[in-house]
């Protein structure tokens, strides 16, 4: 069982430089998420999915850009990468609210 | 508006000591309550969840919560602690809106870190 799969595991960027993460999930879950995680600061959720061909904006949704074409695909794309996008990034997935959220391994993107 | 406070940090403790690490919340409506641990470089992983029914709840690795609606407080314990316990834990709410619940808002997070 994969579960919730990422790619790249690692990213360094040069500022002003494109890059989509991709989330994988093998577990026919509805929902799908992007979090991105900062020290002292959480999970931020960034955008999110209820279904095929829907997206809408979470908490910090700015410089991002997400598609949900497939099912079981979520990703997450950065126009023109910044230096306060260096985050760890992870993708989440869920069947129905009561079971929570199966996470990915995250990617660590450092942008300069 | 919602959100979620973990009021400590960071928790060191000594092997074999108890330990709880605390969290309370704010809703206006009813509440799934999470606890999540990430262990360095790792992913997110549930502990213990709490939906419904018993208040106290108990998780993997001998964690347990208490669900304290009076005091929205999801406090998450374990009697003797690891060194293999020192990770990071949030805890989360999704709210319950009857028919449909929201996203997962996370707390900060609480560093656990056990020494020998």
């Known amino acids: 069982n994969a579960g919730v799969t990422q790619t790249p595991k690692f990213r360094v960027l040069k500022t002003g430089q494109s890059m989509t993460l991709l989330c994988a999930q093998d577990?026919?879950?509805?929902?799908m998420y992007w979090y991105r995680q900062d020290p002292g600061m959480g999970l931020r959720l960034i955008h999110y999915?209820?279904?095929?061909?829907?997206?809408a904006k979470g908490e910090v949704p700015d410089g991002y850009n997400v598609s949900r074409l497939k099912k079981q695909n979520f990703l997450l794309g950065l126009e023109s990468a910044a230096p306060s996008q260096t985050s760890v990034y992870f993708c989440?997935?869920?069947?129905?609210?009561?079971?929570?959220?199966?996470f990915g391994s995250g990617t660590r993107l450092t942008v300069v | 508006a919602q959100s979620v406070t973990q009021l400590d940090s960071q928790v060191p403790v000594f092997e074999e000591a108890p330990v709880e690490l605390r969290c309370n919340y704010s809703?206006?409506?009813?509440?799934?309550l999470f606890w999540y641990v990430q262990y360095p470089n790792q992913g997110l992983q549930l502990l213990l969840k709490?939906?419904?029914?018993?208040?106290l709840v108990k998780g993997i690795n001998g964690f347990e919560a208490e669900f304290n609606k009076s005091q929205t407080s999801f406090h998450l314990r374990k009697p003797s602690v690891h060194i293999s316990d020192t990770a990071e834990y949030f805890c989360?709410?999704?709210?319950?809106?009857?028919?449909?619940?929201?996203?997962?808002?996370f707390g900060k997070g609480t560093k656990l870190s056990v020494k020998p």
């Open positions: 989440a997935s869920s069947y129905t609210g009561t079971n929570g959220y199966t």
């Open positions: 577990m026919n879950h509805e929902y």
């Open positions: 999915s209820v279904g095929e061909g829907t997206t």
């Open positions: 809703s206006s409506v009813s509440v799934y």
């Open positions: 709490y939906l419904s029914g018993s208040t």
């Open positions: 989360a709410v999704r709210l319950n809106y009857g028919g449909s619940q929201g996203n997962l808002i």
